[in-house]
Nanobody, 115 residues
Framework: QVQLAESGGGLVQAGGSLRLSCVASGSIRSPNVMNWYRQTSGKQRELVASISRDGDTKYPNFVRGRFTISRDNAKNTVYLQMNSLEPEDTAVYFC?????????WGQGTQVTVSS
């Protein structure tokens, strides 16, 4: 099993920044991909950013260069730097770990952006 512990959520004004962190522990295999998703009430969970163990990143169009995902493999930690936050970014953000044999989710951390 893999355990994921997120931190860094909170309340921020529009235009502000937050940095989310997610520490993975347990049976971590290589290769793997770590992702950030978000979900608001009544909507499906959507991918925000993805990073492979080798550092290849992917972002959906709505991120528009505002978010940056990174990881420290030595610390089994993935980060999400979010800049120029908008009220529409308000959601619960979830860390996700995927390898060929497993798919795990963190508990989520609330991000609230006030206008």
């Amino acid at each position: 099993q893999v355990q994921l512990a997120e931190s860094g959520g909170g309340l921020v004004q529009a235009g502000g920044s937050l940095r989310l962190s997610c520490v993975a522990s347990g049976s971590i295999r290589s290769p793997n991909v770590m992702n950030w998703y978000r979900q608001t009430s009544g909507k499906q969970r959507e991918l925000v950013a993805s990073i492979s163990r080798d550092g290849d990143t992917k972002y959906p169009n709505f991120v528009r260069g505002r978010f940056t995902i990174s990881r420290d493999n030595a610390k089994n930690t993935v980060y999400l730097q979010m800049n120029s936050l908008e009220p529409e970014d308000t959601a619960v953000y979830f860390c996700n770990y995927w390898d060929a044999r497993a798919n795990y989710w963190g508990q989520g951390t609330q991000v609230t952006v006030s206008s």
